[in-house]
């Protein structure tokens, strides 16, 4: 049990264009759920946290009109990266609580802006 | 503000060469120290949470334990397919469910 899958595993685009990542859980409701970024060789750092059925919270730095995320339901978080930049590319990683003291991370997205 | 400090920041070890990670940390009121393994280019696997000071807990080869300051990842004649990062993130009682991470420790066996 406590499986969280992520969709696309890897995406390339163009400059200027959104992206949008899944991060389901599959076998538990999470009715919080965690955006990471993740550099080469560095560790995750959190850019939000995703609650159903109300507003995301930021971490301080990230922009909230860059990263769009929505939690509809109690399995479905998604984060769009909106006109993207090369800086953007990056490794993203959700993760999902079961409980406070359970937390599991999905497979990780692969982002690529040319 | 919480943090985590992970040393050291890699090592190379021999199969069969058991040692030590470690994880020191600061946080206003612990709720939990996680430990996970991540393998390149791939999200972290939960191994352990400690929630008290004198808390240990064992899975296969790894060992952690937990004190008011700092936690050890023990590892056991490790083999290569131990060969990872090892990532340690504490939760406090005043940031809801959210982690802090450290830096991690990449581990690498040789056989």
């Known amino acids: 049990g406590a499986v969280v899958s992520q969709h696309p595993s890897r995406v390339i685009c163009k400059s200027g264009t959104s992206v949008k990542i899944e991060c389901r859980s599959l076998?538990?409701?999470?009715?919080?759920m965690f955006w990471y970024r993740q550099f080469p060789k560095q560790s995750l750092m959190l850019m939000a946290t995703?609650?159903?059925?109300?507003?995301?919270?930021?971490e301080q730095g990230v922009e909230k009109d860059k990263f769009l995320i929505n939690h509809a339901s109690l399995t479905l978080s998604t984060l769009t990266v909106t006109s993207a930049h090369p800086e953007d590319s990056s490794f993203y990683i959700c993760?999902?609580?079961?409980?406070?003291?359970?937390?599991?991370f999905g497979p990780g997205t692969r982002l690529t802006v040319t | 503000e919480d943090q985590v400090t992970q040393s050291p920041e890699a090592l190379r070890l021999q199969e069969g060469e058991s040692s030590s990670l470690n994880c020191s940390y600061t946080?206003?009121?612990?709720?939990?120290l996680f430990w996970y393994r991540q393998d390149p280019g791939k999200g972290p696997e939960f191994l352990f949470t400690l929630y008290s000071a004198g808390e240990e807990k064992e899975k296969e080869r790894l060992k952690a334990t937990l004190t008011k300051k700092e936690s050890f990842l023990h590892i056991t004649a490790p083999k290569p397919e131990d060969s990872a990062t090892y990532l340690c993130a504490v939760q406090g009682i005043q940031g809801a469910q959210k982690l802090v991470f450290g830096q991690g420790t990449r581990l690498t066996i040789n056989p």
């Open positions: 993760s999902a609580g079961r409980s406070p003291h359970e937390q599991y």
């Open positions: 995703s609650n159903e059925g109300s507003k995301a919270t930021y």
């Open positions: 946080v206003s009121g612990l709720r939990g």
């Open positions: 076998d538990f409701q999470a009715t919080t």
